[in-house]
């Protein structure tokens, strides 16, 4: 079984910036694509940006030149850094892996961001 566990959520302006930050662990050899997605009021969930395990790594089109994924395969550790943060950015952000054949996939608890003046 795989867990993965959010951090770093919370309130920021307009323009401000945050990172999230997520940890795997459990049967982490399982793992073969690792990203995130987001929830945002009202609406459905979506992705955000994905590293695909393959040398890829997809982003959504509203956050591309914004957001950036960083993973460290050793720490089994992704993060999200989040710059020039909108109000429409707020929403529940969710931490996911799946393995390589999509077969078992893995969901965070999530972590929330809220961005308001």
């Known amino acids: 079984q795989v867990q993965l566990v959010e951090s770093g959520g919370g309130l920021v302006h307009p323009g401000g910036s945050l990172r999230l930050s997520c940890s795997a662990s459990?049967?982490?050899?399982?793992?073969?694509?690792m990203g995130w997605y987001r929830q945002a009021p009202g609406k459905e969930r979506e992705l955000v940006a994905i590293?695909?395990?393959?040398?890829?790594?997809q982003y959504s089109d509203s956050v591309k030149d914004r957001f950036t994924i960083s993973r460290d395969n050793a720490k089994n550790r992704i993060d999200l850094q989040m710059n020039r943060l909108r109000p429409e950015d707020t929403g529940i952000y969710y931490c996911?892996?799946?393995?390589?054949?999509?077969?078992?996939?893995?969901w965070g608890q999530g972590t929330q961001v809220t961005v308001s003046s």
């Open positions: 996911h892996a799946h393995s390589a054949t999509q077969l078992w996939k893995y």
């Open positions: 459990g049967s982490i050899s399982y793992i073969k694509a």
């Open positions: 590293d695909t395990g393959t040398g890829a790594v």
